[in-house]
């Protein structure tokens, strides 16, 4: 199944290094080509003479060596030869090295010298795993491409049963599997003539000059949803309220701030549209009056009026005609029960629940409830990995018709 295809394998210092055998195992049956690469600290945990020894192919410890002798620069010609690169198990040091530009280690430096597709199995300790240092190396590896499979839950090495665990390599290889698969998907995007719709981020309803109404919305589930549809294809507009998130190269952003500027843009831009996708936190109620000098301090109490703001997810459902809609569901409780009766009270195809507590977070527990009724939950894991996943269930909800350059 992997005939052909060279793999690296980087190995890093983590307690779940002895797992790399069974994985260069997996991988060797299937016919590729294993190169492993060891950092300093992974030999200090399992021996590269094993990893040797199973992928029948030297191991490289070390930059400034003559090994591999076959190669004439080795960590280059490593580089350009690899079909995908696996680092498995990764610890948080070269998941915030890769996401920091450095290069200063064999592993390091082929993964930047890479064009290869890279596959990224972290597994560290929970509270290691949960470091928004971390959780924000994670979100630009996701941005720049960097593919993720895991971590798991799972009882950890430290003895608590939590998330941090190397995902199986069963699972690893799996998911190398469909990465190489999708390499032929670099020049036939799945997503190559869809145009799609996106809103991001939350609004802003203005009370005076220098005050608002706002949500704690930062905008990255958006945004990894539009970077993640660019690069598969699509022709993107993404409709964002106010937020710190970096524009998506290839996409076209439109700036609002509040309610009625959504409104006003999706509206403007839903024409042609085969894919909407509402991930932006919308006001549900404004203030009545705007007032348009700064409010003074005078009362003790202050009363402020609200109005419901025109809820655009249902506008776009009545009147859908063949676009696939999504709309997103923040609950505190009652999850798929809230998000069930808003998917059929919007008339949606598709519904991503999840729990508020993932409002401003890098990652997220996602639920998907579709149109049919079918319920597909998924563990925590960064955005940038739930958009690819929201992405696919999209693409198998759609008519389509054969993309022409796939025959
Ligand atoms: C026994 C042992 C187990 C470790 N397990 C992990 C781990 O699972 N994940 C992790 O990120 N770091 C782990 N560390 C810490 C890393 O080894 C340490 O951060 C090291 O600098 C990583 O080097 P490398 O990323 O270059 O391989 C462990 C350290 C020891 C001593």
Redesign the pocket.
Known sequence: MLNGKTIILGV?????AYKACELVSRLKKLNADVRVVM????T??IGPITLRTLSGNPVVTDLFTDEPADLPVPHIALAQKADLIIIA???????G?LAGGIAD?A?TTIVMASPAKKLIA????CE?WRNPVVQDNIAKLGVRSFEFVGPEEGML?CGVEDI?K?SKPRAIVKAAIKLLGENKETLTPDLHGQKVLITAGGTREAIDPIRFIGNRSSGKMGYALAAAARRRGADVTLVSGPTQAAAPEGVTVISVEDAKGMREAVLANRPGQNIIIMAAAVADYRPTITFWQKLKKENEVFELELSRTVDILAELGRTKNGTCLVGFAAETNDHIENARAKLSEKNLDLIVVNDASAIEQDSSEIKLIDKHGNVEEYPMQAKPQSANIILDKIISLIPRSPDPRLS
């Open positions: 890093t210092g983590g307690i779940a950092t300093k600290e992974a200090k945990l198990p990764c610890t948080a040091n070269i998941i090295k280690d592993l972290p597994a560290m300790n290691m090495a941090g190397m």
